[in-house]
Each structure stands twice: as structure tokens, then as C-alpha cells.
């Protein structure tokens, strides 16, 4: 179970992009949407959880230039409410690349001591349950403006 924390850990510093060959147009804005399912163990609280992600947002992704936008939403109906889904926007496909290689050089310039670095995703590990990624295309025509 650490072994998988440990790797949800360390994609989530990846902020969990992968690069494969796009086809087709690139009109339209390319979205990333990744959904935690997270839970408060003992040792934790919301308020902690809530300062983590605050922390790397503020640290890493309001500074990333190939961002556009990123919307943090939590689950608020139905049987189980641990879901937090992270839906980000970017302007083409290659940004969603070249925003990995940027969040890397961020998260090593906001946590520049790799045991501290190391300390945070630990402290994020401890609340992760599990995550899915996908990635979206906007359809221009049918988007309402």
C-alpha cells in the first residue's frame, strides 16, 4: 500500500501527463481532468488537506505559464463524497507537455531541499485513496460563449 502511495505521490508531482501523438485539429482548448479519491485518516484533517493543496497551487500551478486555468471541485451529493476532481485548461496539446516540464522545475524550486520536498508528498500521500486522468478536447461550436 506505501509502495502505491509512494507512486500516486510521485505522479502527482507530474501532475499525471503523459505525451502520445495527437491527431486531428487543434481547435479548441485541451483539458486534463484528474479525480482523487481521498479520505482523512486519523493522523490528518481537512483543513490539513486543504492547506496542501492550497500550498501547491500557490507554489506550482498558478505559476506555470501553460496553464490557462484550473477549477478544484469536490464532490457534494450521492454516497460517497471523497471524490476531488481537478479539471485543467490548456491552450493546445503541446502545452499540456511543455506544463509537465515547467510543474517539474516548480515543484523542485518551491520545495528546493528534497527532504522537505519529500515531507509534503508524503503528508499528500497520506490522505490519497486512489486517482483516475483523462484528457479532453473542446468542441468550438457547441461551446456556449
Same mark, same amino acid.
Given at each position: 500500500? *506505501?509502495?502505491? *502511495?509512494?507512486?500516486?505521490?510521485?505522479?502527482?508531482?507530474?501532475?499525471?501527463?503523459?505525451?502520445?501523438?495527437?491527431?486531428?485539429? %487543434? %481547435?479548441?482548448?485541451?483539458?486534463? +481532468?484528474?479525480?482523487? &479519491?481521498?479520505?482523512?485518516?486519523? #493522523?490528518?484533517?481537512?483543513?490539513?488537506?486543504?492547506?496542501?493543496? &492550497?500550498?501547491?497551487?500557490?507554489? +506550482?500551478?498558478? *505559476?506555470?505559464? *501553460?496553464?490557462?486555468?484550473? &477549477?478544484?471541485?469536490?464532490?457534494?451529493?450521492?454516497? #460517497?463524497?471523497r471524490d476531488l476532481v481537478i479539471i485543467t485548461e490548456y491552450a493546445n496539446w503541446n502545452d499540456i507537455d511543455a506544463a509537465s516540464t515547467r510543474q517539474t522545475e516548480l515543484v523542485e524550486t518551491a520545495w528546493s531541499n528534497e527532504d522537505e520536498r519529500n515531507a509534503f508528498f508524503k503528508n499528500w500521500n497520506k490522505y490519497v485513496i486512489t486517482h483516475s486522468d483523462e484528457i479532453y478536447q473542446e468542441i468550438p461550436e457547441l461551446a456556449k460563449k
Open positions: 500500500m *506505501k509502495t502505491i *502511495k509512494s507512486l500516486v505521490g510521485a505522479l502527482f508531482i507530474m501532475t499525471l501527463f503523459f505525451t502520445t501523438a495527437a491527431f486531428g485539429q %487543434d %481547435d479548441g482548448h485541451y483539458y486534463t +481532468v484528474t479525480t482523487w &479519491k481521498l479520505q482523512v485518516p486519523q #493522523d490528518g484533517t481537512r483543513a490539513e488537506l486543504n492547506g496542501l493543496m &492550497k500550498e501547491f497551487s500557490e507554489k +506550482v500551478v498558478l *505559476k506555470n505559464e *501553460k496553464i490557462i486555468s484550473e &477549477k478544484v471541485m469536490h464532490h457534494i451529493s450521492g454516497a #460517497d463524497l
